[in-house]
């Protein structure tokens, strides 16, 4: 959804752009929830506990949940952000190339057209970043759950199957490492979500006066005004 966002975000087709909302985000957040917590209703009818273990029934519908998991949690959104990645790219590269940042003045207002573009920019990358690590750390589950539907009536000796499943713990660690590791991304990615971050721990934390950013208008005067 972050990917479908930044890609109505950085259209140029004004249309496009009202898709890119708060307003929307949350329904779409709302809608979301519902919709993934009915699909999973299935879980309560298939799933079995033995041995103190949680698992889906073996057998037909094994075969099926580890397909659907596979392309829901692992095809599926990768192909999405992927598709929706190359269009939001090719939607900055498009507005690079048209839109030179400058500042102009008009009518005695100052317009500064290359501090959106920055930002724009930062949030893309902070996106991009985000991306690539969900898919490196994505891609191992569901070749691993491809693999288990493959073999689920293969008969296994007792060292293959805990081979088995210790692997595929550790596909799921891995899921769980890139959720872990999306604020030090956007920390790395983001010199303005850096500052930001600065300025949240400087206030609310150590309650101190937020740092004066200057910025510097080049004009007739060059003057330099303290935000």
């Known amino acids: 959804m972050a990917s479908i966002d930044r890609y109505f975000a950085s259209s140029r087709n004004a249309l496009r752009r009202q898709w890119s909302s708060p307003k929307i985000a949350i329904r779409l957040i709302i809608s979301n929830f519902i919709f993934w917590c009915v699909m999973y209703i299935q879980v309560i009818v298939f799933y079995d506990i033995s041995t103190g273990t949680c698992w889906y029934q073996s057998g037909a519908y094994g075969m099926f949940f580890s397909i659907y998991i596979a392309i829901e949690s692992g095809i599926l959104p990768i192909l999405l952000l992927f598709i929706f990645g190359l269009l939001t790219a090719n939607n900055v590269h498009n507005t690079i190339q048209r839109i030179e940042p400058i500042e102009a003045t008009h009518n005695g207002q100052h317009i500064q057209g290359s501090k959106t573009s920055k930002k724009d920019a930062q949030l893309h990358k902070m996106l991009a970043n985000q991306i690539l690590v969900f898919v490196i750390l994505n ?62 721990i400087r206030t609310k934390i150590l309650r101190q006066h937020p740092i004066p950013v200057a910025t510097v208008k080049k004009g007739n005067n060059n003057n330099c005004e303290i935000k």
Do not use: W
Not at 169 to 193: K, Q
């Open 139 to 200: 891609m191992p589950n569901p070749c691993y759950l491809v693999y288990r539907a493959i073999t689920i009536n293969t008969s296994k000796s007792v060292l293959r199957s805990t081979s088995e499943d210790f692997a595929g713990n550790m596909t799921y660690a891995l899921i769980y490492l890139g959720f872990s590791l999306t604020f030090p991304n956007f920390l790395i990615s983001s010199d303005m979500f850096r500052k930001e971050f600065l300025q949240l």
